[in-house]
């Protein structure tokens, strides 16, 4: 169509959208339809899944759902592994809540997911506790406090601006560290270990980010 009018190239186009022969959206459900991205929650604008940048350690990865288990361990009384399937059919919850890259962008998303407390409820929490230790598929790992899993309703995210997560974004599951750090949430997360080690460092942490990674404080822990 290099030197069709414009006119004829916009018909040709709304042709094809007519007739359903024009490229479709790659967003899913749960259950496999096609989902259409909620851009507008509550009054509240959006930014789109697309609005991310891929940063992450190997790129993005490929998990095989049909053999994939969520992992809970460490300092607990009964550890457990969830399906996806066992995941979805927890209660769920929905929270807009802003990523903050520390390269400097930032997108507001409407996040849904399983709230963390409630998985830890089911495997219960031995005492002395303090640090919920993230562990992901391509080698990840990061920690946050467990008092600020519970003080802060956190969940494990699979469903973004109402579509299930792309591979580039997590899928299957994603942290929503809210006030935190984008390095805090962790994408593709396969293990979570309960853990009486504060000061337990994940990928970025050792390299010298903020441990506690609140947006409000220090980017760098001083040596």
Same mark, same amino acid.
């Given at each position: 169509?290099?030197?069709?009018?414009?006119?004829?190239?916009?018909?040709?186009?709304?042709?094809?959208?007519?007739?359903?022969? =024009?490229?479709?959206?790659?967003?899913?459900?749960?259950?496999? @339809? %096609?989902?259409?991205?909620?851009?507008?929650? %509550?009054?509240?604008?959006?930014?789109?899944?697309?609005?991310?940048?891929?940063?992450?350690?190997?790129?993005?990865?490929?998990?095989?759902?049909?053999?994939?288990?969520?992992?809970?361990?460490?300092?607990?009384?009964?550890?457990?592994?969830?399906?996806?399937?066992?995941?979805?059919?927890?209660?769920? +919850? %929905?929270?807009? @809540?802003?990523?903050?890259?520390?390269?400097?962008?930032?997108?507001?998303?409407?996040?849904?997911?399983?709230?963390?407390?409630?998985?830890? =409820?089911?495997?219960?929490?031995?005492?002395?506790?303090? @640090?919920?230790?993230?562990? =992901?598929?391509?080698?990840?790992?990061?920690?946050?406090?467990? %008092?600020?899993?519970?003080?802060?309703?956190?969940?494990?995210?699979?469903?973004?601006?109402? =579509? @299930?997560?792309?591979?580039?974004?997590?899928?299957?599951? +994603?942290?929503?560290?809210?006030?935190?750090?984008?390095?805090?949430?962790?994408?593709?997360?396969?293990?979570?270990?309960?853990?009486?080690?504060?000061?337990?460092?994940?990928?970025?942490?050792?390299?010298?980010?903020?441990?506690?990674?609140?947006?409000?404080?220090?980017?760098?822990?001083?040596?």
């Amino acid at each position: 169509m290099k030197n069709a009018k414009p006119y004829a190239v916009a018909a040709l186009l709304g042709m094809l959208l007519f007739s359903g022969c =024009a490229p479709k959206s790659n967003l899913r459900n749960t259950d496999g @339809t %096609q989902a259409i991205e909620v851009r507008n929650y %509550q009054g509240e604008k959006l930014d789109s899944v697309n609005d991310f940048r891929e940063n992450s350690i190997k790129g993005p990865q490929e998990v095989n759902i049909s053999s994939y288990q969520l992992g809970i361990e460490g300092l607990v009384e009964s550890p457990k592994n969830f399906s996806y399937e066992e995941l979805l059919s927890c209660p769920s +919850q %929905q929270k807009v @809540t802003t990523l903050h890259c520390v390269e400097g962008w930032a997108t507001k998303i409407l996040w849904e997911g399983v709230k963390l407390e409630d998985l830890l =409820a089911e495997t219960g929490i031995k005492p002395g506790a303090n @640090t919920v230790i993230f562990r =992901a598929y391509d080698g990840y790992s990061t920690s946050l406090p467990l %008092q600020y899993i519970k003080d802060n309703d956190i969940m494990l995210a699979y469903k973004m601006n109402n =579509a @299930t997560l792309l591979p580039q974004r997590g899928f299957p599951l +994603q942290l929503v560290a809210e006030d935190k750090w984008g390095y805090k949430w962790i994408k593709w997360v396969t293990s979570i270990e309960l853990s009486d080690n504060s000061s337990f460092k994940g990928f970025w942490e050792r390299q010298g980010y903020s441990n506690n990674g609140d947006l409000k404080g220090p980017m760098f822990d001083r040596r």
